[in-house]
Nanobody, 125 residues
Framework: QVQLVESGGGLVQAGGSLRLSCAAS????????MGWFRQAPGKEREFVAA????????KYSDSVKGRFTISRDNAKNTVYLQMNSLKPEDTAVYSC??????????????????WGQGTQVTVSS
């Protein structure tokens, strides 16, 4: 089992950047596929990005491809989401999640068993 805690959210102007971090507890972090999801008010949870256990395979939603980068440091039990060229429509609560599903990294939220509490990202126009 793994516990996840996100950080790095905040308020940023359109065109700006933020880097989210997700710190995991537990010795088995390196065995999990990790993902980032977001949920805006009144909308369903949306897949953002995912990365396999080694970091060699990544997957992105079309809405963030080319702007966001997911990475992980297994020595630090941490997964990151670098967000560049932010847009107001990126405003949401961002959550990291862990999955036992191996490569390729899955996108459905139901494939992820472990979730953090989320961090708010607000992009002003």
């Amino acid at each position: 089992q793994v516990q996840l805690v996100e950080s790095g959210g905040g308020l940023v102007q359109a065109g700006g950047s933020l880097r989210l971090s997700c710190a995991a507890s537990g010795r088995t972090f390196s065995s999990y596929t990790m993902g980032w999801f977001r949920q805006a008010p009144g909308k369903e949870r949306e897949f953002v990005a995912a990365i396999n256990w080694s970091g060699s395979i990544t997957k992105y939603s079309d809405s963030v491809k080319g702007r966001f980068t997911i990475s992980r440091d297994n020595a630090k039990n941490t997964v990151y989401l670098q967000m560049n060229s932010l847009k107001p429509e990126d405003t949401a609560v961002y959550s990291c999640a862990g999955s036992c599903t191996p490569s390729p990294p899955p996108s459905p939220p139901g494939e992820y068993a472990y979730w953090g509490q989320g961090t708010q990202v607000t992009v002003s126009s």
